[in-house]
């Protein structure tokens, strides 16, 4: 039942991520327009930079979840311990 759970809760974060880091384009985080195709170029990669590190950011906390389940998982176990 919990493992169950476990795999809906991954999905579940796992969609939640890709659904708001694909649904703002990089471009779209800035308020300023820059005036130059190098400045353009430089925030581009300024605004995918962001998006990664948010990404990354989801990713943990993803995995950080997951762990915290599995442990409480194999704490609710009631398996006798002398088998």
Do not use: C
């Not at 659904?19 to 170029?41: D, E, I, W």
């Not at 995995?63 to 176990?77: E, F, G, L, W």
């Amino acid at each position: 039942m919990s493992r169950d759970l476990m795999k809906r809760l991954a999905v579940f974060l796992l969609a939640a991520t890709l659904s708001v880091g694909l649904s703002v384009p990089a471009q779209a985080q800035y308020h300023t327009t820059p005036k130059s195709a190098k400045a353009q170029a430089k925030a581009d990669r300024k605004a995918a930079k962001k998006q990664q590190k948010a990404m990354k950011k989801a990713a943990k906390a993803q995995r950080k979840a997951q762990r915290k389940m599995v442990k409480q998982d194999k704490k609710n176990t009631h398996l006798p311990s002398h088998y």
